[in-house]
């Protein structure tokens, strides 16, 4: 079955400074990898996603890249604010299948 | 957009007795439903997959006597955490596939076993 390793499990930055979380999938039949936002006690929340035929999307401040060869993904957020800080999960998927999480990554954005 | 409603969103119980989580699809048919549990600080990990008139297929090392699961209609799918013991304390939460071929999120039910 598809496994899903994320990196790092906390980031600390600066206000205003850039960050990059990495993922990387095992299954080469996955196809759909989306970002998640989880406030504490609350459902994930989906910022951003990419599909296996795209190989970057970018909304505002965050951007996706996906590398099929290579089998990893990237989330990027650009100029961070202090509203950034929460748990990032990335996820990978079969179309309509289980949906398998990373392990998660702690982003606190220090002001 | 779709929108899964879970409940409860707390629950309390004694060790012994099971607990009922519902999810509901409310603006669009769910003939699969994802069930995930979350232990604090860790990632969500998938239990069961839940379709619609059909047995759940579990994931490794899950109980299915411990944890049922019934999805006797397109847009209603529950999860019975039987005899429960404090070890079951978590955070659970179900997830659908929607029509935009992404997935939605209930709002998710913390049990506390005591």
């Known amino acids: 079955g598809e496994n899903v390793e994320q990196h790092p499990s906390t980031l600390s930055v600066q206000e205003g400074d850039s960050a990059v979380i990495k993922c990387t999938y095992s299954d080469s039949a996955s196809n759909y990898f989306p970002w998640y936002k989880q406030e504490l006690g609350k459902r994930p929340q989906l910022i951003i996603d990419i599909r296996s035929n795209v190989g970057e999307k970018k909304d505002q401040r965050i951007a996706v890249t996906l590398n099929k060869t290579a089998k990893h993904f990237s989330l990027h957020i650009t100029e961070t604010q202090p509203e950034d800080s929460a748990v990032y999960f990335c996820a990978a998927s079969t179309e309509g299948n289980k949906l398998v999480f990373g392990a998660g990554t702690i982003l606190r954005v220090k002001s | 957009g779709a929108v899964v409603s879970q409940h409860p969103s707390r629950v309390i119980c004694k060790s012994g007795t099971s607990v009922k989580i519902e999810c509901r699809s409310l603006d669009f048919q769910a003939t699969t439903m994802f069930w995930y549990r979350q232990f604090p600080k860790k990632s969500l990990m998938l239990m069961a997959t839940s379709n619609e008139g059909s047995k759940a297929t579990y994931e490794q090392g899950v109980e299915k006597d411990k944890f049922l699961i019934n999805h006797a209609s397109l847009t209603l799918s529950t999860l019975t955490v039987t005899s429960a013991h404090p070890e079951d304390s978590s955070f659970y939460i179900c997830?659908?596939?929607?029509?935009?071929?992404?997935?939605?999120f209930g709002s998710g039910t913390r049990l506390t076993v005591v």
């Open positions: 997830s659908a596939r929607t029509a935009a071929n992404g997935y939605t």
